[in-house]
């Protein structure tokens, strides 16, 4: 069964750590995979997580400035004008907050309107949706969505590292932005992480998955690879997480906005604008989740 990672439905998950094995969060596919995925919804409530569950680390109060909080789930910055989160949160949210905590956000902007991808369902890649903001974001770097040829270095067993503002404990309250790392276990329209010691839950639905790509000149970068979405046990720290591979929406996204979100390429092609030049975004340091390879 799947149950939604956003704080609007009541099927839910953010961030949580267990004390055993857990599918953590982040974006990460099925691909080809022989499993049946589950076709009901169970809910999912702070009532059912463990007692004193914590899930990745509280970030920086100047860490992951494009991730926002917005209508009780997570969502990301990749255009001045544009962020990207889970359709299952709804397309009529009026507001998007920037800053590490969503009570006391330290810029509130408008959203002008929000759109889904056609025919959007639950655990099959497609429950993406986007907001074009009322006014540009210009202070906050945008999110570079992995592209073109550096798509090449993307693969199973790279580390990739969630961000969101759900709960992370029994009773916990929606707005902290925390972040946990874990490594890539499977790629296609959707992706998946390896089990370890972090989970979503509830409120990080729409939040960014990242990978790290090293430069030609030796360089560390972020690249956002994909959006949480929903998972398959109403308990956060069971089951098995569903991501989104934002890096196959790509041609969708810029065609319904149309807004530029690859400004390093060209349909594919490396084209890089002033705005690609200026993209020096590096991952803060995250402590790495233990995964059930690391207990043995």
């Known amino acids: 069964m799947l149950a939604s990672r956003g704080l609007t439905l009541p099927h839910s998950r953010p961030i949580v750590a267990t004390s055993s094995c857990v599918y953590a969060l982040l974006a ?12 009901h919804f169970l809910p999912k409530t702070v ?5 004193a569950v914590i899930g990745g680390s509280p ?11 917005m209508g009780g789930c997570t969502a990301t910055l990749v255009n001045p ?3 990207v989160y889970a359709a299952h949160c709804g397309t009529a949210t009026a507001d998007v ?6 009570d006391t956000p330290e810029r509130t902007v408008a959203t002008q309107r929000c759109s889904s991808f056609p025919n959007t369902h639950l655990g099959d890649g497609t429950d993406l949706a986007y907001c074009i903001l009322a006014e540009p974001v210009l202070d906050i770097e945008p999110e570079r969505i992995l592209a073109g040829c550096e798509l090449e270095d993307f693969k199973v067993g790279d580390p990739a590292i969630v961000v969101g503002f759900g709960i992370d404990k029994q009773g916990g309250v929606f707005g902290e932005k925390r972040a946990a790392e874990l490594p890539v276990s499977s790629l296609g329209d959707e992706m998946f992480l ?9 409120g990080d639905s729409g939040g960014p998955v990242f990978a790290e790509r090293r430069e030609p000149d030796g360089g560390r970068q972020r690249r956002l690879v994909g959006v949480t979405s929903v998972g398959t046990d109403p308990v956060c720290g069971r089951g098995i997480g569903h991501y989104i591979n934002l890096t196959r929406k790509i041609d969708w996204l810029e065609e319904d906005s149309q807004l530029d979100v690859t400004p390093c390429f060209d349909h594919g092609t490396w084209s890089p604008t002033a705005e690609c030049l200026a993209t020096r975004a590096t991952l803060p340091a995250v402590p ?4 059930d390879s690391d207990a043995g």
Do not use: K, M
């Open 47 to 51: 009532d059912h997580v463990a007692a």
């Open 59 to 69: 970030v920086g109060e100047h860490d992951f400035p494009a991730v926002a909080a």
């Open 288 to 291: 790495r989740s233990i995964t």
């Open 194 to 202: 390896a089990r370890g010691s972090a989970d979503t839950c509830r």
């Open 28 to 39: 990460c596919a099925v691909c080809g995979c022989g499993d049946e995925r589950p076709t």
């Open 97 to 102: 907050h920037f800053g590490a905590h969503a």
């Open 81 to 83: 004008r544009l962020v």
